[in-house]
């Protein structure tokens, strides 16, 4: 059985923030934030903006393109690391976009490779499992656990959701050829934001004595990186994952029509194609506009090559997406 990409939406705050108002908040400039990492401005959650109605917005776009109905959904992925609730947000996405049949819908945490996981689990769940219609959402609201004091890396996150339909198909259609996914728990010191255990107050029993065990309060710290680290991650494993997934898929590196990374610094965008030999006109990239979206960035830059007609029916495009697990995968896909 095959499976195609047959639709994709996005959605993003209405909050834009740029590298001088950033430079209001801490010691930095709009200079050396593009001059490093290409990002100019980026969109962040504010007043009663939630994760969930921008994954319900970017998904009913993407069900739109498709002419897919909500009721006829098999299965919903939700792509994040910053979840509305703890247990999972993805079945409050599919309440609100009203799927009467109540499919399965679950969360994918992976951080910035969530998407391209989700879009593998995807086919997977087609291939093996007899789904028709998956919905893979990427949403991410980092801006929540960045600390806004530390100029070294509050200058990089943006939030957004994008969606894509995958839905099954004949072999001969198929449209996902190739994958390759890893990760490597040994590199979480770079890049986390881990659960942080409080101290408590002593708590007392019903009878006022002492307890021995008191309740114990946590947290999420604030998110911990070591750029350089994470650059260097980026640089060595993504080409190689790249070629993998074509070499899978028994495809040359010339035959990709788009190079699609997660949009993390464009510095890692341009080494990746360069070290893969893709000249800059084929790659897409949209993070001067919205930053280090996680596992939304792919999707949303998917959606507005599609939406601008850069991207066309029938090219071939590599995604990769790389971070925090550390965790990195390649997917090449026809559109
Ligand atoms: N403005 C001005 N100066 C700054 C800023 C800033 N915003 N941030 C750091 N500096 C200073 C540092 O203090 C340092 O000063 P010093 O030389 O006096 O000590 C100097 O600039 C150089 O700092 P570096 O950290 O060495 O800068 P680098 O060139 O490595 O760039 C950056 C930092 C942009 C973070 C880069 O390392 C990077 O993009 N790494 C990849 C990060 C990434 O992609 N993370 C997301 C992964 S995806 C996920 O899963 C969430």
């Not at 709009?30 to 994760?51: A, P, Q, Y």
């Not at 339909?165 to 881990?194: K, P």
């Not at 990186?225 to 060595?236: D, L, P, T």
């Not at 596992?295 to 066309?312: C, H, N, T």
Request: aromatic content about 6%; glycine content about 10%.
């Amino acid at each position: 059985k095959g499976c195609k990409l047959v639709g994709c939406g996005s959605a993003v705050p209405t909050l834009q923030i740029s590298n001088d108002d950033l430079s209001k908040m801490v010691d930095t400039s709009d200079e050396w934030i593009s001059v490093r990492t290409g990002i100019r401005r980026r969109r962040v959650l504010s007043g009663r903006d939630n994760l969930i109605a921008l994954g319900v917005d970017a998904s009913r776009k993407a069900l739109e393109m498709a002419n897919v109905d909500p009721d006829d959904l098999d299965l919903i992925l939700m792509c994040t690391s910053t979840p509305e609730d703890l247990f999972g947000s993805a079945p409050q996405i599919q309440k609100q976009l009203g799927c009467k049949a109540n499919p399965l819908a679950y969360d994918i945490t992976a951080a910035c490779s969530g998407f391209v996981l989700g879009l593998i689990s995807a086919a997977c769940h087609i291939r093996g499992g007899g789904f028709r219609n998956v919905l893979v959402i990427g949403a991410d609201a980092l801006s929540r656990y960045v600390d806004w004091t530390d100029r070294g890396s509050c200058i990089l996150f943006g939030d957004a959701a994008g969606a894509v339909l995958v839905q099954a198909c004949d072999t001969e259609e198929d449209g996902l050829f190739g994958f390759d996914l890893h990760s490597d728990g040994s590199g979480q010191r770079h890049l986390n934001a881990s659960i942080k255990e409080h101290e408590t107050n002593t708590a007392l029993d019903s009878n006022g004595s002492v307890l021995d065990f008191p309740p114990r309060k946590s947290s999420y710290s604030f998110i911990q990186m070591n750029g350089k680290e994470v650059f260097r991650f980026a640089v060595r494993c993504v080409p190689q994952s790249i070629e993998s997934a074509l070499q899978k898929a028994g495809l040359p590196a010339s035959s990709i029509d788009w190079l699609l990374l997660h949009q993390a610094n464009q510095r890692i965008i341009d080494a990746v194609a360069a070290r893969l030999e893709v000249p800059s006109e084929r790659v897409i990239s949209n993070l001067a506009n919205y930053g280090n979206t996680s596992a939304a960035s792919i999707p949303l830059a998917l959606d507005e090559a599609v939406r601008s007609g850069k991207v066309k029916a029938g090219q071939t495009i590599a995604a990769a997406g790389f971070g925090a697990g550390l965790t990195w995968g390649s997917a090449i896909i026809r559109w």
